[in-house]
């Protein structure tokens, strides 16, 4: 946590400050060199957790920024039910001025990545199957039309 490594690195450099304020007593030169090693490595700790601090507080404003990103991107999708358990999201019209209507992955949306549904084949009960190449799921949109086979119809029997 970054408060926890600034609290560190301020006790340090609260003790290198005390320190500081006492060397000026120190007539002894082995007791003066020691305690000048002492506030040292004081601030260096110090410096140490600053550190660990601000790269920290930069991952975690990474982490907000592509939050933020993701967060715009999926304001622009609405889930729609197509039937059949059929669900994915879909660019809603307040966008489709700025591209393409299209369908994206309920699946991978969910996990924060956009995976446009790309048509694969139109099947005989006339559904549209889509495929996500993002993850591998296949789609089925529209309703189910029976396949009639056509019946040739003479005018006799004997034809």
Not at 108 to 124: G, M, T
Request: charged share 30%; hydrophobic share 35%; net charge negative.
């Amino acid at each position: 946590m970054p408060v926890a490594e600034i609290a560190t690195g301020y006790s340090a450099l609260k003790a290198a400050y005390e320190m500081a304020k006492g060397l000026k007593d120190i007539h002894d030169r082995v007791t003066l060199n020691a305690a000048i090693i002492e506030l040292q490595e004081k601030i260096l700790s110090a410096q140490e957790a600053a550190s660990s601090a601000k790269d920290q507080l930069r991952e975690l404003q990474a982490k907000v920024d592509a939050f933020e990103d993701w967060k715009a991107i999926a304001t622009r999708y609405d889930l729609k039910d197509y039937g059949g358990s059929t669900f994915a999201y879909e660019l809603n019209a307040n966008w489709d001025h700025q591209e393409p209507i299209h369908r994206a992955c309920p699946k991978c949306f969910e996990n924060r990545k956009r995976s446009i549904l790309q048509f694969d084949y139109k099947d005989n009960s006339q559904r549209d199957h889509y495929k996500c190449h993002g993850c591998g799921s296949d789609f089925e949109f529209g309703m189910s039309i029976p396949h009639r086979p056509q019946v040739n119809r003479s005018s006799g029997w004997m034809a």
